[in-house]
């Protein structure tokens, strides 16, 4: 780590007791840079027709980018997470707790408005689909290596997403 960033060992340590110290600086610099993208997608966004499944691929597209830009990080969170570590594990909640939010609201949302899937929990609605999102975007490479292409992944998301908030299908 060191060498990469151009420096020695020394000064490395000068700065942070250990490399996790260091990965966690990275991952809340990632988080401060712009999670927010996520919610804001779903917030502003209206989940009406056409409009709404667009609102929908956006924020598919948004997870992919994200995950591609920032996969090593999100990877070590990933594993820190199921090892146990706290500090990691907050990180994650960080990272996705504003979309899991904005995701039940705007189930909730549908569901007041007669519409969406009433005999659902929006939190649980949320819950997965963020579960999935975050889930399909950490392995996109395991399924282009199995044959599935990015565009049918991003589609196939869109599509769960809106059809889970609004208990439609999705006008293409």
Do not use: C
Not at 27 to 55: C, H, I, P, Y
């Amino acid at each position: 780590i060191a060498r990469g960033a151009g420096t020695s060992p020394a000064t490395f340590y000068q700065y942070f007791p250990d490399v996790e110290s260091a990965i966690l600086v990275l991952a809340d610099e990632m988080v401060a840079s712009g999670t927010e993208q996520f919610a804001e997608l779903v917030v502003t966004n209206t989940w009406k027709g056409k409009a709404g499944f667009e609102a929908s691929e956006a924020l598919a597209d948004a997870m992919l980018g994200f995950w591609e830009t920032h996969g090593a990080v999100l990877r070590v969170i990933d594993i820190a997470t199921d090892e146990g570590d706290g500090r990691f594990a907050n990180v994650r909640t960080r990272l996705l707790n504003e979309l899991n939010n904005a995701l039940a609201a705007a189930a909730h949302a549908q569901q007041k408005a007669g519409k969406g899937q009433p005999d659902l929990d929006p939190n649980a609605i949320a819950g997965v689909l963020v579960a999935m999102l975050a889930h399909v975007s950490a392995h996109r490479l395991g399924f282009e290596f199995w044959g599935v292409r990015a565009d049918e992944l991003r589609a196939t998301m869109a599509r769960i997403v809106y059809w889970s908030i609004t208990g439609q299908k999705p006008t293409t």
